[in-house]
């Protein structure tokens, strides 16, 4: 273990960010070296964090200068017990990131509960300063009629929540995972980093409030995927088809609704195809920024 008794690769993923503050609150915040490259906003889902697209990382920094960040309550950023997390917020947090890594064109690409964040930033395009030049949807719930959560995360979501938060373990995240990765599942290692990201600075308490975004979905569903059907800008999905939660029968939905869309499919992939793929998922996502 790494000094503190954080692991190595965390302690590392650490150390080459840095801290924005956001109404007071540190947002923890990953990126390439300034270039004059276009950029990509990597924006990760729900439990885990930006340490998520570490996997596709090197595969996408060649061509491209990347900026990814832990959302408001997820990975090194703040996690506020007394707060009201909102998708809307994390957009703000977006923009905020964007401006101050001085980014003038960028991409985007999200995982999860990201992909809420990146169709509020599709329903604000008119009126940002800096507009995404494109959008890539990696597995998630666009359409909450299609979303299929775990019974853990409904429950989670009710008046046991804080009680199941307290009671949640390594081992019940293993076989959440085991369920939603494909034919190659999580391993050890890969488990131990995603809990020690959850649990950091009392995570654990606040993943009731973080899974709001499930209620919001439903509540904001005309505006996000009004956004996203009708936006001008080139549109991907790269979908893991054995994903319970957000596969096969999302991303045919999706194709059927969006017919400019370049739907992707990985067979045999869940619902972390950058973990379980990333060099497939690198690959597609490449090419279909070299058809832009």
């Known amino acids: 273990m790494a000094k503190g008794g954080m692991s190595p ?10 801290y924005i503050d956001f109404k007071g609150r540190g947002v923890f915040v990953r990126e390439s070296k300034p270039s004059r490259k276009e950029t990509i906003l990597l ?27 832990d959302m408001l309550g997820f990975g090194f950023s703040a996690k ?10 994390q957009a703000d947090i977006a923009e905020l990131v964007l401006y101050a890594a001085n980014t003038r064109k960028y991409h985007l690409l999200a995982h999860d509960y ?17 507009p995404a030049l494109s959008v890539c ?9 299609f979303h299929k959560p775990l019974l853990i995360q409904k429950l989670m979501l009710g008046p046991l929540g804080p009680l199941l938060a307290r009671l949640s373990s390594k081992g019940k995240l293993r076989s959440s995972f085991a369920a939603i990765f494909g034919e190659r599942k999580a391993s050890e290692q890969e488990l131990d980093v995603f809990w020690e990201l959850i649990c950091y600075n009392k995570g654990r308490l ?13 509540v904001y569903r005309d505006r996000w995927v009004t956004a996203m059907e009708q936006t001008k800008i080139p549109v991907q999905m790269i979908n893991g088809p054995l994903d319970p939660i957000s596969g096969r029968h999302l991303a045919e939905a999706f194709a059927l609704r969006n017919p ?3 739907v992707d499919s990985l067979e ?8 379980e793929a990333p060099e497939r998922v690198a690959a597609l996502y490449l090419d279909f920024l070299r058809q832009i």
């Open 9 to 18: 690769e965390l302690s590392l993923w650490l150390s080459s960010g840095r």
């Open 43 to 69: 924006i990760h889902g729900f439990p885990t964090s930006s340490w998520d697209f570490l996997p596709i990382w090197q595969l996408l920094e060649k061509k491209y200068r990347l900026i990814t960040f």
């Open 80 to 89: 506020p017990q007394e707060h009201t997390y909102s998708i809307r917020e």
């Open 114 to 130: 990201g992909v809420s964040v990146a169709q509020e930033l599709l329903a604000r395009q008119g009126a940002l300063k800096k």
């Open 137 to 145: 949807f990696l597995n998630g719930g666009l359409y909450p009629e």
């Open 206 to 218: 606040v993943i009731p409030k973080l899974l709001r975004y499930m209620t919001e979905r439903r």
């Open 260 to 262: 400019k869309a370049r």
């Open 268 to 275: 045999g992939v869940g619902h972390y195809p950058q973990v």
